[in-house]
Structures are given as C-alpha cells and as structure tokens.
C-alpha cells in the first residue's frame, strides 16, 4: 500500500501542477479575447468574467485527461531516471502493482471527465451561448465606441455613433437600422442619450432632432417622421433564445435521436472518459526509459500521439455529423486504434515491460 501510495501521489502532484498552468494559460488567451470585445462595447464587463470562467469549465474536459497522461508519462520517466522502479523490481514489487496505481488513477480521472462531458460541458456550453446572446442582444450606448459599426441581435440592428461620451451617457450623429420580418427602420439623430426608467429601472434610449424611415416588406408606402423628442427602451421584453447548437444540449435529449450531428456529440461525450483511461495507460511503456536521460526524454513523442490521436477523433467526429462514415464504430475508430497501441506497446518485444521474460 505505500508503494500504491508513493506512486499515485507522484502522477498526481504533476497533474495539479500542469493542469494549473494549462488554465492559467488557457484563461489568459481567453481573457484577451474577451477583453477586446469588452473594450470594443460587444461585452458588458459584467460578462466577460462569467464567460472566461465558463470557457475554462468547458476546456477542463480535454485539458484533464492530457495533463493526467502527459503526467504519467513524466511520473514514471522520473522514478526510472532515478532508478526508483528499478529498486521496486530488485526487492520484488512487480510491474503489476505500477500499472494498477496508475489505473485507479485513470479511473478517478474518467470518472470526473465523464461528469464533465456528459453534464457540466452542456451545461456550461448553455450558459455561455445564453449569457452571449443576451449581451449581444442588449444593447448599451455606454459600451460604444465613436466610429464604429455594432451589429447585435444576429444582424437584425446596426447602431452606429459618431461620437461617444460614456461618461456622460451621451452621442452625437446615431444611426439605427432595425430589421423585421414586416419592416425595415431607421433612425438618425443629431444626438442621444441614455437614461434609466425610474419605473421599471431599464436603460431607455432618447434621441433628440431626428428622422424616422419605416419602409413595410410588402412594398407599400413607407413612413418618414421628423422629432425632436423620441424614446427606445433598449432592454427586450421577450425572454431571448440562444440559437441551437448541439454542444448545449444535455446528454439525455441526445440519447434516442436520430440526427448525425447529435449521434456523433453524444459519441463525443461517451468516448472521453474512456480515452482519460486509455491515454494514462498508454503513457506506462511511454515512459520507459534509462537513468542516464531525463525524466521529460519521452514528452515529445507523447505529445505528437496525443496530437494525432485528439485531432483524428475530432475529425471522426465531423466524417460522422456529415455521414462520410458509419455511425458505428464512428468516433469510436479512436478508441479502438488507441486500444490496440495499447496492446501493442504493452506486448511488443522492442517496448517491453519489465515483468516480462524473454
């Protein structure tokens, strides 16, 4: 039990390390991203840190499974450079006992992927598109920048401002093009402001000497009013809607469909855990090597069959939605191919274990 011990807290204080910079890297990215958008008026502050946090929830599922096998990896390439599991062999401990540490490992490890990619991804994935749709859907003259186009609601408005005093809550020189299915509006207005309903405490848009162009979708005869005073309130009544993107539905509605782009998420979803277990079993003969090199002299091949292996699935993934292959084995052609290098590597004479006599 110490031996099981030793080993697992090695693989897993790795795990941690990597997994925490990998984060740190990914949210940093991320938060550029989003901060430009935040600083170009498309994000109000508010959401940029939801979003950022969602995305890195989101990214855990493949960043947990590679950290754990990339720690595998340098783990055992650490004790066979220090000749530590040569020890363990000479006093009797055989190589079963590494690869059952590294198993219950990999089971702990496919067990918090699979809550990840069958519930919190989804999930995630829904409050994301939710909390983007209402940004981009709301409107705010505060977030503006002078000179530039803003196109919110998937296209349906364009607001332009030639100049913007978000301290102030002011612009001068706003155009607004709405798009309906019964209509087409514009408004132009030497100046605007933006103020909060004292009733309801929503934003309201107030326009000063401008004109308004309706024109109907049937070709009738259009509308052209003039005003010195006119009022939008910005914030929509109805409860908005995400448009649908399968990554957001949950695990359950996608069980008896028929469609190939959900056949092909769910068989995403499946094959993660699984793939967490094949990958830390995978990187045991990886890491062999001799106490003369280093404990990261197997990194570089491991990362290039992750590569492989992570961009084949994915690519199986879409020859599935798209129905250039069978939906079985489908993405499971990953798994299989993973599975039988596994094999491979275990029982090939040039990658032999330790346990095994010639």
């Known amino acids: 039990m110490i031996i099981d011990r030793y080993i697992i807290r090695e693989i897993i204080k790795p795990t941690v390390t990597i997994c925490a910079v990998l984060v740190f890297i990914f ?12 600083v170009h008026g498309m994000l109000p502050g508010s959401s ?8 890195i929830l989101i990214a855990l599922e493949v960043l947990l499974p590679t950290t754990l096998y990339l720690s595998v990896v340098i783990a055992l390439g650490r004790l066979y450079r220090d000749a530590e599991l040569t ?16 198993f219950l490992v990999s089971i702990l490890g496919g067990l918090i992927v699979a809550s990840l990619s069958l519930f919190i991804r989804p999930w995630a994935w829904s409050q994301f598109f939710q909390i983007k749709t209402q940004a981009e859907a709301n409107f705010d003259l505060t977030r503006m920048k002078g000179g530039t186009f803003y196109s919110t609601g998937g296209g349906e408005r364009v607001v332009f401002a030639d100049k913007v005093d978000s301290q102030k809550n002011r612009a001068k020189r706003v155009f607004i093009q709405t798009k309906t299915e019964k209509s087409l509006q514009i408004i132009y207005a030497d100046r605007a402001s933006q103020f909060k309903d004292e ?3 929503k934003p309201i848009l107030v326009f000063q000497d401008g004109q308004l162009y309706e024109f109907p979708r049937s070709g009738a005869n259009g509308l052209i009013l003039e005003f010195e005073n ?3 309130h910005l914030v929509p009544s109805d409860v908005i809607q995400h448009e649908y993107k399968v990554k957001a539905v949950a695990t359950k509605a996608l069980l008896h469909s028929s469609n190939l782009e959900e056949i092909a998420e769910l068989q995403w979803r499946l094959t993660a855990p699984l793939s967490t277990i094949l990958l830390a079993l995978l990187a045991i003969p990886l890491s062999r090597s001799s106490p003369r090199q280093g404990k990261y002299v197997k990194a570089p091949v491991a990362i290039l069959i992750f590569a492989v292996y992570y961009n084949f699935s994915a690519l199986t993934k879409q020859w599935v939605s798209q129905g250039v292959i069978e939906v079985v084995p489908g993405i499971w052609w990953g798994q299989l191919l993973l599975t039988a290098l596994v094999v491979l590597l275990f029982w090939q004479p040039t ?6 006599k010639r």
Do not use: H
């Not at 949210?27 to 935040?38: F, K, L, P, V």
């Not at 940029?48 to 995305?55: F, G, H, S, T």
């Not at 020890?87 to 059952?100: D, E, L, N």
């Not at 990658?351 to 095994?356: G, N």
């Open 48 to 55: 940029v840190l939801q979003l950022i946090l969602l995305r």
């Open 230 to 232: 006119s009022a939008m």
């Open 27 to 38: 949210g940093c990215y991320i938060s550029t991203r989003y901060g430009e958008d935040a």
């Open 87 to 102: 020890a363990m062999f000479a006093c009797g401990i055989s190589m079963t006992r590494v690869v059952k540490s590294v």
């Open 351 to 356: 990658f032999l274990l330790p346990w095994r």
């Open 199 to 201: 009733t309801t405490g």
